[in-house]
């Protein structure tokens, strides 16, 4: 079994920055593909960034593209993402996510952490 707990969330001003970081625990993350997923209130989770077990690929969704980078450190088993330009419509409950399955469904992947909040403010 792997537990994720996220932290880093919290409130900002449209233009700031924050990083996110994300512990793993129970066993080794370092062969499963690790993503972002975010969930808007009244909307669907969605993709928002994921690195290979290597760290050697990267994904993002269209909408952070340029703004935010994932990135991972298997000898400590964490991932981060590191979120510039922050835009209101990026306020959400941020959740991290370890799966061995493909990139942008969420049903890939088999461990989710409880969430942390992120939210700007115009």
């Known amino acids: 079994q792997v537990q994720l707990v996220e932290s880093g969330g919290g409130l900002v001003q449209a233009g700031g920055s924050l990083r996110l970081s994300c512990a793993a625990s129970g066993r080794t993350v370092s062969t499963y593909r690790m993503a972002w997923f975010r969930q808007a209130p009244g909307k669907e989770r969605e993709f928002v960034a994921a690195?290979?077990?290597?760290?050697?690929?990267?994904n993002y969704a269209d909408s952070v593209k340029g703004r935010f980078t994932i990135s991972r450190d298997n000898a400590k088993n964490t991932v981060s993402l590191q979120m510039n330009s922050l835009k209101p419509e990026d306020t959400a409950v941020y959740y991290c996510a370890a799966g061995a399955g493909g990139i942008y469904r969420i049903g890939s992947y088999d461990y989710w952490g409880q969430g942390t909040q992120v939210t700007v403010s115009s």
């Open positions: 690195i290979s077990w290597s760290g050697g690929s990267t």
